[in-house]
């Protein structure tokens, strides 16, 4: 499969525990996104990475959530001390290019906060 | 800032054409992009369009984008029952530089048999 891929597809967490959801862009593709659907609503813009360089971190909450995406191996999106208002999922979308290119998305992960 | 609407359900009978309308607010020059969305599944992407284009057809779908009134729908051709699914309309933040997507609620077409 040459898409994005996410992983895990679900991961449940307590209240206080660390999450870390990662991504691998298509083959080709340098630039990648992370959004958050929560219930019954559309995607929501979280950071916009480059190989090892965040682009554009606007959309992310101050504290405790992160984002990286090395030199080598998947973008991480970490999510520290988990609350019940993290329960969303998150989608990851890679592309070829920041502008003229479209984003293709992985499956997601449901995050689910006990 | 950037805002993209979106009708919330719309329901059609097997064989209709089905019309999903959403309009955007960015005034400068942008792609459009039209997503499926299937339960429990990620975002298919359908096909886009870059805003000095007035239309595009691909085999069932057909995209018209109406600049002056900032209007974007996506027209499906006889709808059959596996098109039943949440559509997504989204615009590119290109003044932004970034690219990254404003999204819509979503529109949930629902298609009886």
């Known amino acids: ?114 | 800032g950037e805002d993209v609407e979106q009708s919330l359900f719309l329901s059609v009978r097997e064989g209709d054409s089905s019309v999903i309308n959403c309009t955007y607010t960015d005034s400068s020059s942008t792609y459009l992009y039209w997503y499926k969305q299937e339960p429990g599944a990620g975002l298919q992407l359908l096909t886009y369009i870059f805003s000095n284009m007035d239309m595009k057809q691909d085999q069932r779908l057909t995209v018209l984008l109406n600049k002056k009134d900032k209007h974007l729908s996506l027209r499906i051709a006889d709808t059959q029952t596996g098109d039943s699914a949440i559509y997504f309309c989204a615009e590119s933040d290109i003044s932004g530089n970034t690219g990254k997507l404003i999204f819509g609620q979503g529109t949930t077409l629902q298609v009886k048999p």
């Open chain 1, 1 to 114: 499969n040459a898409g994005v891929m996410q992983n895990p597809r679900h991961l449940v967490r307590r209240r206080g525990q660390e999450a870390r959801l990662r991504c691998s862009p298509m083959k080709g593709h340098s630039h990648v996104y992370w959004y958050r659907q929560l219930p019954e609503e559309g995607l929501k813009f979280m950071v916009y990475l480059q190989k090892e360089n965040i682009i554009d971190e606007s959309g992310m909450p101050k504290e405790r959530f992160s984002a990286e995406f090395p030199k080598e191996g998947p973008s991480i999106l970490r999510i520290q001390q988990v609350v019940r208002g993290d329960s969303a999922a998150y989608f990851c979308a890679s592309s070829q290019g920041r502008l003229n290119q479209p984003q293709h998305f992985g499956d997601g992960t449901r995050l689910s906060i006990l």
